[in-house]
């Protein structure tokens, strides 16, 4: 119980932070590190199936891939998630695959019934040794990462607006060789 208050509170404080300013964009730049360095994502990275145990986080590798990183007590990411959930269908057949990352702090349980609830469509892993949030992560869900084939990342911070997920569109849609 304790455990659950402490996760409510901190999505709580969390998203009321994370927010930016009304008409703002999403950052739209490759992560890099603190010297500069550009971030390539790690697909060596353990990440555990929720359904599908035995398939290894590797497998997304060398293709334009949408990550959704959240906890499934956090309101903001139980209202984005459907929104996100569009987006990732809507590319699908277009060459972008999607998943899904719980933070590695709740119980599996909690994911799956965020799934029902959600009725959810992609892959979901869990985060159980903390290794994506320490590399990737800035302590805030929900957030939203676009990957290239070649493993460049760009975060996305802000998932509610509809302009966000406009932009957020809109690279995929770069990303894919849709649009100029």
Not at 49 to 58: C, H, L, R
Not at 80 to 97: D, H, R
Not at 175 to 180: E, P
């Amino acid at each position: 119980m304790h455990r659950m208050f402490f996760l409510l509170v901190f999505c709580a404080f969390t998203a009321a932070n994370a927010q930016l300013l009304p008409g703002s964009k999403p950052v739209q730049t490759y992560m890099t590190d603190s010297t500069g360095k550009l971030l390539i994502m790690d697909f060596n990275i353990k990440l555990t199936g929720i359904k599908d145990v035995n398939t290894p986080f590797s497998v997304f590798s060398s293709r334009p891939l949408l990550v959704y990183y959240f906890s499934p007590f956090c309101p903001h990411c139980q209202k984005s998630y459907g929104g996100i959930q569009q987006v990732a269908k809507e590319y699908e057949q277009k060459g972008l695959t999607s998943l899904a990352v719980s933070i590695g702090s709740v119980g599996k349980r909690d994911i799956l019934m965020f799934m029902e609830q959600q009725k959810a469509s992609i892959p979901f892993y869990q985060d159980t040794d903390n290794e994506f949030s320490k590399k990737y992560g800035d302590g805030y869900v929900p957030r939203l990462y676009l990957v290239s084939p070649d493993g460049k990342i760009v975060r996305y911070t802000s998932l509610e607006d509809e302009g966000h997920i406009k932009e957020i569109k809109t690279n995929i849609e770069k990303l894919l060789g849709l649009s100029k």
